[in-house]
C-alpha cells in the first residue's frame, strides 16, 4: 500500500500535539506545587522529552514495537532506528511511513513517565529521577506497551483493546506513582498543616493544553485521516466535557461550591477515562464514561486519599490510576462493532467476554506496574538515593536540585551575596511558613 500523503500529514500534526501535552502537563502540575518547587516538576517533564527521546530511537522503539519474541518483548532488530524508515511499516500503519509511527508512538512513551512526577512531586532528588525514568521505561513502559499494542503481544493476542493507551499510559503511570507516593513517604508536615496551590491558572492554562493536545492523543491513534480518527475526536471532548461536571457536581453536593482547580482535574479525569474507549464507543456512552469517571476520580481525590492517609501529591493515582482502570472496565462495556469493525463487541452489545478481557489486562498492568516500579525504585534507592534530605525539602526543590528559583526576589537582580541572602532567609521562610494540604478540587 503506497504512502498516503494526507495520513501522513495528520500523523506528524498528531505527533506535535501529544508532545505539547508534555509541556502542558508541567505547566498542569507546576501550578498546583508551592513556589518553591515549580521549577523541579517542570524540569522534569522538560527533561523527560529529552531522556525518552534518546532512549527511544537507541532501543525503547524496538522493545516495545519491534519483531515479537515470545509475545513478552520486541526483538533488537531496531536499534538506533535501524529500518525505521520512509516506507510504511504494514503491521501498524500501512499508509505513513515507518518513522512517522514510531515517532508518534515516542510522545506517548515521554509523557507516560511525566505523569508520574505527579505523585512524588516535592520531594524527590532530580538524580534519581533521572535514573527511576529511564529504568522505568524501559523495563515496565516498553515491555506493557509490547504486551497491548505490538504485533505478537500477548494481551492483543488476548483480545484487550486500548485504543489509545489507558492500560499503556494512565493505568501503569497511575500505580506507579501510588508505589512511588508510598515508597517515599509524605512530605513534611503533610496532614497537621497545608499545602496548596501556588498557582491555579497556570493549572487551568495546563488542563486547556492537554485536553487540546489529547485530540492528537486520541484521534491521531487512528493512525490515519479518517473517519475513526473523527470519532475519536468526538468522543474525546465530549468525555472530557461530562467529567468536568461530575467532578463539579461532586464538589457542589460537598462543599456547596465548585472549584476552578476542580473543573480543571475533572476535565482531564474525563480525558483519561476515554483514551481506552475513544475508538469503539458511541459519543453517548463517552458522556457516561466521562461523567462517571469524573465522580469517581474527584471521591478518590477528596475521600479515598484522606481516609487511607498516601501523599499522592498532586494526585497521579487518583486521575490516572483510577480513571484508567474505569475507561479500560468501561470499554468492556460500551464497545461496539457499529462504531469500529475492528475492535468487538462489549457486555452491553452482547459479549460479556470482552469485559473479562478488560480486566484482565487491567490487573496485568497494575501489578506489572506495582512490582516493576516497586523494585526500581528500591534500586535507586541504592545507587544514588531517592529523597532530598528534609533540610533539602524545606528550602524548596528549585534552589536545592536546581539553583534557581521560579519566582527571584528584586535582590536578586542585585549583588550574588544579596541572592544568597534572599533565597537562604527571608523568601525561604516565608515559602515554607505556608505548608497546607493539597486535595485536588477542594478549598
Given at each position: ?9 495528520f500523523i ?5 500535539l501529544?508532545?505539547l ?5 508541567s ?6 506545587v ?11 517533564s522538560?527533561?523527560?522529552?529529552a531522556l525518552?527521546?534518546i532512549?527511544?530511537v537507541l ?6 514495537f519491534g ?5 513478552l ?12 524508515g520512509?516506507?510504511p511499516?504494514?503491521n ?7 518513522a512517522?509511527?514510531?515517532m508518534f508512538?515516542l510522545?506517548?512513551a515521554?509523557?507516560t513517565?511525566?505523569l508520574?512526577t505527579?505523585?512524588f512531586?516535592?520531594r524527590?532528588?532530580?538524580p534519581a529521577?533521572l535514573?527511576f525514568?529511564l ?5 515496565v ?9 505490538g ?5 492483543r493476542?488476548?483480545g484487550?483493546?486500548d485504543f489509545?493507551g489507558?492500560?499503556?499510559v494512565h493505568?501503569s503511570?497511575g ?8 515508597v ?9 498543616a ?16 492537554l485536553?487540546f ?10 493512525l490515519a485521516?479518517?473517519?475513526l480518527?473523527v ?12 467529567a468536568t461536571f ?12 465548585p472549584t476552578?482547580l476542580g473543573?480543571?482535574s475533572?476535565a482531564v479525569?474525563g480525558?483519561?477515562?476515554i483514551?481506552p474507549a475513544a ?12 461523567l462517571?469517571?469524573?465522580i469517581?476520580?474527584?471521591l478518590?481525590v477528596?475521600?479515598?486519599?484522606a481516609k487511607?492517609?498516601?501523599d499522592d501529591s498532586l494526585?497521579?493515582?487518583g ?5 484508567g ?13 457499529a462504531v469500529n469493525p ?5 457486555l452491553?452489545?452482547g459479549n460479556p467476554g470482552?469485559?473479562g478481557?478488560q480486566a ?15 523494585v526500581?525504585?528500591k534500586a535507586?534507592?541504592?545507587?544514588v538515593g531517592?529523597?532530598v ?7 524548596g526543590l ?10 527571584p526576589?528584586p ?6 551575596g544579596?541572592a ?10 516565608a515559602?515554607?511558613?505556608r ?9
Amino acid at each position: 500500500m503506497p504512502i498516503d500523503a494526507g495520513d501522513t500529514a495528520f500523523i506528524i500534526f498528531s505527533t506535535a500535539l501529544v508532545m505539547l501535552m508534555t509541556p502542558g502537563l508541567s505547566l498542569f502540575y507546576g501550578g498546583m506545587v508551592r513556589q518553591k518547587n515549580v521549577l523541579s516538576i517542570i524540569a522534569q517533564s522538560f527533561v523527560a522529552i529529552a531522556l525518552i527521546s534518546i532512549q527511544w530511537v537507541l532501543f525503547g522503539y524496538s522493545l516495545a514495537f519491534g519483531p515479537d519474541h515470545a509475545h513478552l518483548i520486541g526483538g533488537l532488530d531496531w536499534l538506533g532506528f535501524a529500518g525505521v524508515g520512509m516506507g510504511p511499516n504494514p503491521n501498524y500503519a500501512p499508509t505513513i511511513p515507518h518513522a512517522a509511527f514510531a515517532m508518534f508512538q515516542l510522545m506517548f512513551a515521554i509523557i507516560t513517565p511525566a505523569l508520574i512526577t505527579g505523585s512524588f512531586a516535592e520531594r524527590m532528588r532530580f538524580p534519581a529521577f533521572l535514573l527511576f525514568t529511564l529504568l522505568w521505561t524501559t523495563l515496565v513502559y516498553d515491555p506493557l506497551a509490547h504486551w497491548v499494542w505490538g504485533t505478537g503481544g500477548w494481551l492483543r493476542n488476548l483480545g484487550a483493546l486500548d485504543f489509545a493507551g489507558g492500560t499503556v499510559v494512565h493505568i501503569s503511570s497511575g500505580i506507579s506513582g501510588l508505589v512511588a507516593a508510598l515508597v517515599l513517604g509524605r512530605r513534611q508536615n503533610y496532614g497537621s498543616a497545608a499545602i496548596v496551590p501556588h498557582n491555579i491558572p497556570m493549572t487551568v492554562l495546563g488542563a486547556g493544553l492537554l485536553w487540546f493536545g489529547w485530540f492528537g492523543f486520541n484521534a491521531g491513534s487512528a493512525l490515519a485521516a479518517n473517519g475513526l480518527a473523527v470519532h475519536a475526536l468526538v468522543t474525546t471532548d465530549t468525555s472530557a466535557a461530562a467529567a468536568t461536571f461530575g467532578w463539579m457536581m461532586v464538589e457542589w453536593l460537598r462543599h456547596r461550591r465548585p472549584t476552578v482547580l476542580g473543573a480543571a482535574s475533572g476535565a482531564v479525569a474525563g480525558l483519561v477515562a476515554i483514551t481506552p474507549a475513544a475508538g469503539f464507543v458511541t459519543p453517548l456512552a463517552a458522556v457516561v464514561i466521562g461523567l462517571v469517571g469524573g465522580i469517581i476520580c474527584c471521591l478518590a481525590v477528596s475521600v479515598l486519599k484522606a481516609k487511607l492517609g498516601y501523599d499522592d501529591s498532586l494526585d497521579a493515582f487518583g486521575c490516572h490510576g483510577i480513571g484508567g482502570t474505569w475507561g479500560a472496565l468501561a470499554t468492556g462495556l460500551f464497545a461496539t462493532q457499529a462504531v469500529n469493525p475492528a475492535g468487538a463487541n462489549g457486555l452491553l452489545y452482547g459479549n460479556p467476554g470482552l469485559l473479562g478481557t478488560q480486566a484482565v489486562a487491567a490487573l496485568v498492568a497494575i501489578g506489572f506496574a506495582a512490582v516493576g516500579s516497586l523494585v526500581l525504585l528500591k534500586a535507586v534507592q541504592a545507587l544514588v538515593g531517592v529523597r532530598v534530605s528534609p533540610e533539602d525539602e524545606e528550602a524548596g526543590l528549585d534552589l536545592t536540585q536546581h539553583g534557581e528559583s521560579a519566582y527571584p526576589q528584586p535582590e536578586y537582580f542585585g549583588s550574588p551575596g544579596a541572592a544568597t541572602a534572599s533565597f537562604g532567609t527571608t523568601s525561604q521562610k516565608a515559602q515554607t511558613g505556608r505548608q497546607e494540604t493539597l486535595y485536588l478540587g477542594e478549598t
